[in-house]
């Protein structure tokens, strides 16, 4: 099939053609001589000569590499001989500007977010939203539910205080499993290849010395993803006016491949096409080969584990080319019971019973193509392509390479060594020019008049004629000579200094041109490369070297958002292979992302998440150093090795649990207030109780003393009373000689045994207690020992049976 054509992209691109048509060898070499004819149309007049050209001197600048011959023309030093000898080492003030960027930028940090955008994550979060709602609204009496049921009721993750806080979580912080898992598995593989460390730093360059940068992201047959770096002098696109690129039609990149890897690739012992003597006709090609004599085909080579040219490199152009393809399908719907059928293809004939239907998809096609001998060693559709997840989207479809080129303007940018390189050439030439006049700067010297000199008068003295007049000047500065001869005409001075008037001012006007060059240089630039310096004079407080900082970042902080675009970029097309990757069985993620049936019907968008800078941390920790100073409680209700921990991943998430912290404080101090007032209140209630319970109790007791009072002094004078009638009574009958009425005897008789006996025992009693009382006392004076034997016996005692001195003279 031939195939003519004035614009083979164009007729690839929107021309009727199927996917058969397409994948074909023949559009594949005609497409990958096309995109090679327009790399290499022409030097001096091609877009990517002129690039390269611009990149190689932006490298030079950047690395402190510059071509010193121009310095020379410019001064005219280029002669076969030169009175002057000059270092020609240029200043490595371009390298000290990028380095010091790149290692400003290396300094902050970033991750990758995953956020589950489908609808079966959205319910998942709303259902734990409304669970942990409805759990503070009814906290106390399900804490009370499951304290008395001793059933775990209450969710075990960590419950916001109130909604306001449950909003501001779900609103950034709400996270399913699925999510964090494929979070680590992401940020893990992108941390195991360097794109934190080693790789970042290498496209930071990229960007500050030629303002382009790539990745190229792909999987293997394993189904591990891998991210490589694109150098950006081999990229390879179509016009775009983003800086992203997202309007290209193909994209790629010139790599070198050893013939090795050709073998393994394309070689026909693995499966592939290309004959051994076809890799060799390859290999002449190469950088290696010089002359056909030096190494010629042998047959035998089919045959070896080893050749001689195994090693030798030739340049591939490996690229993407995106389309439109479409596939025709026909529906057939049967005469007899109306069933359908669907077949792939269209016929000639439109029947009445068959419809047409054509299903339009983009599709990336990849080509491997070896510039110098023009042999196509792959074309074919892209195998593990990267479509979006969205099944919305799942007609369209992804390059492999991801590009930024930022400040685009016409497919060309001003990198960081394009800007300051006039001001650089200025400077460079201001220190050779003080370099040459300190190499031709004179020293101060002196005028001699020999006439003079010869008749110098030294008078009669023969010591003075020893006088060397000019070492005499050289060392002293003074000089002895009459100003008459011995005729009286007047003697000129000898010996007259020349002073070198002319080197300080055109010393001074070089350095002020060095410094007004290096003004430029700073205005060029958007900052000052000599910022910290400038910070250690004491005039300069710590906020306006934080204020300076700040501007200077806002200056290039284009450098660094460049590599974050094109991370987000990568990172997107890494989730995409990688949730391909599980879903297809290979076992390389599984244990990330915990098995097929986590992520089957997940839809995962990337974001590009910046960890806290330096001195958001640092401000983050003068603050809560003032909270604790200011609060010393505080430290109760945090714990603040933990919130720095926090802070380093996000400081809005440490200040929500610094501010629930202070909350939690807050509530906790009024209730213990609460606390102490009411138990205070309590106490002093019972001790009121308390004193009018002893105030009854002791009116009870006066009361049950003056009863008893009263009646004891009743019982006193019934008695007297009835004790003095009966004496009465017997003194009357005794008068009168009449004896006791009989009815009154009985009456008689019971006073007689129920007072007068009972008190006259008691008398007696008394009188024999008190008797035997005195016996005692007198028995015990008789008895008393001496003070002499008190002593012995106390000496002899025990010594808890001792009495002090002092209670003896007492007793």
Excluded at 767 to 793: C, H, L
Aim: glycine letters at 6%.
């Amino acid at each position: 099939m031939a195939i003519e054509s004035a614009n083979i992209i164009q007729d690839f691109q929107i021309g009727n053609w199927s996917i058969n048509k397409k994948s074909t060898k023949e559009v594949g070499l005609m497409v990958s001589r096309f995109i090679d004819t327009t790399v290499n149309s022409g030097v001096g007049n091609s877009y990517y000569w002129a690039r390269n050209t611009r990149f190689s001197t932006n490298r030079n600048y950047a690395n402190g590499k510059i071509d010193m011959q121009r310095f020379m023309d410019m001064l005219d030093f280029n002669g076969k001989f030169n009175y002057v000898n000059i270092n020609w080492n240029c200043i490595k003030l371009g390298a000290r500007i990028v380095a010091g960027l790149v290692g400003r930028m290396m300094e902050r940090e970033e991750k990758i977010q995953i956020n589950c955008i489908d609808s079966l994550s959205v319910t998942e979060k709303n259902d734990q939203y409304e669970e942990l709602e409805f759990t503070i609204a009814n906290r106390q009496r399900l804490e009370q539910l499951q304290q008395e049921s001793g059933v775990q009721i209450m969710p075990q993750t960590p419950i916001p205080a109130d909604q306001e806080e449950l909003n501001l979580m779900f609103t950034q912080y709400s996270r399913v499993q699925t999510e964090i898992l494929f979070e680590l598995g992401i940020n893990d593989s992108l941390q195991a290849m360097g794109w934190f460390s080693v790789l970042k730093r290498q496209v930071l360059h990229d960007a500050a010395e030629v303002g382009l940068i790539g990745t190229y992201t792909w999987m293997d047959e394993q189904g591990v993803v891998h991210v490589d770096r694109v150098q950006p002098e081999n990229i390879l696109y179509s016009y775009s006016k983003y800086p992203d690129f997202r309007d290209t039609t193909w994209r790629g990149q010139i790599k070198t491949m050893k013939i090795s890897e050709i073998r393994r690739k394309y070689g026909v012992q693995f499966g592939g096409t290309l004959t051994e003597e076809e890799m060799f006709k390859i290999a002449t090609a190469a950088k290696e080969y010089r002359l056909y004599d030096n190494l010629r085909w042998l047959n035998d080579w089919n045959f070896m584990y080893v050749r001689p040219y195994d090693e030798w490199n030739v340049d591939v152009v490996d690229f993407e080319i995106k389309t439109d393809d479409y596939e025709d399908y026909t529906i057939i719907t049967t005469k007899q019971n109306k069933s359908t059928i669907i077949k792939k293809g269209a016929p000639n004939k439109v029947r009445d019973n068959e419809e047409v239907i054509r299903d339009k998809t983009w599709n990336i096609y990849h080509g491997v193509y070896v510039r110098s001998t023009e042999t196509l060693l792959e074309w074919e559709l892209k195998k593990n392509m990267i479509r979006p997840q969205d099944p919305k989207e799942l007609g369209d479809c992804e390059f492999s390479y991801s590009f930024y080129m930022y400040q685009n303007y016409d497919m060309r940018n001003v990198a960081v060594p394009e800007k300051i390189q006039e001001p650089l050439d200025q400077m460079i030439i201001a220190r050779l020019k003080i370099q040459q006049l300190v190499a031709k700067a004179r020293p101060a010297g002196v005028t001699i008049n020999w006439d003079a000199l010869q008749n110098i008068d030294y008078g009669l003295g023969d010591s003075n004629k020893e006088i060397d007049v000019k070492r005499l000047f050289d060392q002293t500065g003074d000089i002895l000579y009459r100003g008459r001869d011995a005729e009286g005409r007047e003697v000129p001075v000898p010996i007259t200094e020349i002073p070198n008037v002319g080197f300080a001012p055109q010393m001074q006007a070089l350095m002020e041109v060095y410094r007004f060059h290096y003004q430029v240089l700073k205005d060029e630039l958007g900052e000052d490369p000599n910022l910290i310096a400038q910070a250690l004079t004491p005039r300069v407080t710590s906020g306006n070297v934080d204020a300076a900082q700040r501007s200077a970042e806002n200056a290039t902080d284009y450098i660094y958002y460049a590599f974050v675009e094109l991370m987000k970029d990568t990172s997107r097309k890494v989730a995409c292979l990688m949730k391909n990757s599980v879903m297809f069985g290979s076992k390389v993620y599984q244990h990330l992302v915990g098995g097929e049936d986590n992520i089957e019907g997940r839809i995962f968008s990337t974001e590009v998440q910046m960890l806290p800078t330096q001195f958001e941390l640092q401000q983050f920790n003068q603050d809560l150093q003032t909270a604790l100073a200011a609060n010393p409680l505080l430290i109760t209700y945090l714990d603040p090795y933990q919130l720095r921990r926090i802070a380093k991943q996000n400081t809005k998430l440490a200040d929500l649990y610094m501010r629930n912290a202070q909350k939690k404080m807050f509530i906790g101090e009024m209730q213990k207030a609460q606390a102490n007032s009411e138990q205070q209140a309590q106490v002093q209630m019972q001790a009121a109780q308390a004193a009018e319970e002893q105030k009854r109790i002791t009116e009870q007791m006066k009361g049950s003393v003056e009863i008893q009072k009263a009646e004891a002094t009743g019982t006193a004078q019934s008695k007297t009373a009835m004790v003095t009638g009966m004496i009465s009574l017997y003194n009357e009958s005794m008068k009168t000689g009449a004896s006791i009425p009989p009815e009154l005897q009985p009456v008689f008789q019971t006073l007689l045994q129920n007072v007068v006996i009972p008190m006259a025992i008691e008398n007696q009693e008394m009188q024999e207690m008190i008797r035997q009382k005195v016996e005692q006392a007198f028995q015990g004076a008789n008895q008393q020992p001496s003070q002499m034997e008190m002593a012995q016996q106390l000496e002899q005692a025990p010594p808890e049976q001792q009495v002090p001195e002092q209670q003896q003279m007492v007793a």
